[in-house]
C-alpha cells in the first residue's frame, strides 16, 4: 500500500553488500586480478566475516521480545531447515542426478539463513529483531538437522 517500484528498488540498489557483489562479478568478468598481496588480504576479512555476522547478530538479539514470534520462528525453521532440503532432494531426484551431486544440493539447501540476512534486513527497513531470532535458533537447530539429514543421505 503506497509503495512505489522505486521505493522499493532504490535501498537495494544503494546497498554495499550488493554493490560490492556487482564489483565483484564485474572485476571477474574482464579478468583482471587483485593486484599486490590484497587477495590474501580480502581472504582474510572473508574467513572474519561469518564470526563477525554472528556477532553482530548476537549483539542484537532479544530473547524476551521472541516470545510472540514463536509461531513465526517455528514456521520459518520448519521450512528452512526440513521443507527446503526436502524440494532438493526432490529435485535432484526428478534430475536423476548422481549420489554425489544430489547430497551437495541437498546439503546446500538445509544450511541455515546467512547473518548477512540480518543486516540487509536492518537496512531495508525490516524487523531486525525477528530476523535475528531467526539466524539464532537456525543456527542451533542446524546442528540436529544437518546431523539428521547426513544420516539419512548415507542410508
Same mark, same amino acid.
Given at each position: 500500500q503506497g509503495v512505489s517500484l522505486r521505493s522499493l528498488l532504490w535501498p537495494i540498489m544503494k546497498n554495499p553488500?550488493?554493490?560490492?557483489?556487482?564489483?565483484?562479478?564485474?572485476?571477474n568478468l574482464a579478468g583482471a586480478g587483485l593486484p599486490g598481496g590484497s587477495d590474501r588480504l580480502l581472504g582474510l576479512l572473508a574467513a572474519a566475516s561469518?564470526?563477525?555476522?554472528?556477532?553482530?547478530?548476537g549483539a542484537a538479539l532479544r530473547p524476551q521480545e521472541l516470545r510472540g514470534e514463536t509461531g513465526a520462528l517455528a514456521w520459518n525453521c520448519g521450512l528452512r531447515l526440513l521443507a527446503m532440503p526436502l524440494l532438493a532432494y526432490a529435485v &535432484?531426484? $526428478? +534430475?536423476?542426478l548422481p549420489? %554425489?551431486?544430489? !547430497?551437495?544440493?541437498v546439503l546446500f539447501f538445509?544450511?541455515?539463513?546467512a547473518p548477512t540476512a540480518y543486516v540487509l534486513t536492518r537496512q531495508l527497513g525490516g524487523d531486525g529483531h525477528l530476523m535475528a531470532g531467526i539466524i539464532t535458533l537456525q543456527t542451533l537447530l542446524a546442528? &540436529?538437522? $544437518? +546431523?539428521?539429514?547426513?544420516? %539419512?543421505?548415507? !542410508?
Open positions: 553488500l550488493i554493490l560490492a557483489c556487482l564489483a565483484g562479478i564485474l572485476v561469518l564470526p563477525l555476522g554472528l556477532l553482530c547478530v &535432484a531426484h $526428478l +534430475l536423476l549420489a %554425489l551431486e544430489s !547430497s551437495v544440493l538445509a544450511l541455515p539463513t546442528a &540436529a538437522s $544437518l +546431523l539428521v539429514i547426513l544420516l %539419512l543421505l548415507a !542410508s
